[in-house]
């Protein structure tokens, strides 16, 4: 090994190893599954209710999140319909001008 390897470390050929520990995708799944129960923990010791009440809660909470995603589509549905209508009329009255502006060209 030279000199500038063994001051570099854990470093070889095949790069740096953070301290001789190859963790690859095992040891990134070990942390997230450490961190989720850590964090799921943390999140029992300073949870404000009791789980019945923070579930009824939730449940109105998505219940209005639901009713207010139902209007909001069925208003850009409204929306969509009457623009289609606008949309759909200009394009039969140009449909109209260009026919008369053909049969005036071929007479």
Known sequence: ???ENARAGDEDERGPTRGGRGG?????????V??????AGIALLYAPDRGDKTRRQLKRRLQRLRED???G???????TRKELI???????ERLGEAAERGREILE
Do not use: K
Not at 24 to 32: E, K, N, P, W
Not at 34 to 39: E, K, R, S, W
Not at 86 to 92: I, L, V
């Open 1 to 3: 090994m030279s000199a």
């Open 24 to 32: 690859g995708a095992a040891g990134f799944a070990l942390g997230v």
């Open 34 to 39: 450490f961190g989720a129960l850590l964090g």
């Open 69 to 71: 995603a139902e209007e």
């Open 73 to 79: 589509l069925d208003r850009a549905g409204e929306r």
């Open 86 to 92: 606008r949309r759909r009329r200009r394009m039969e």
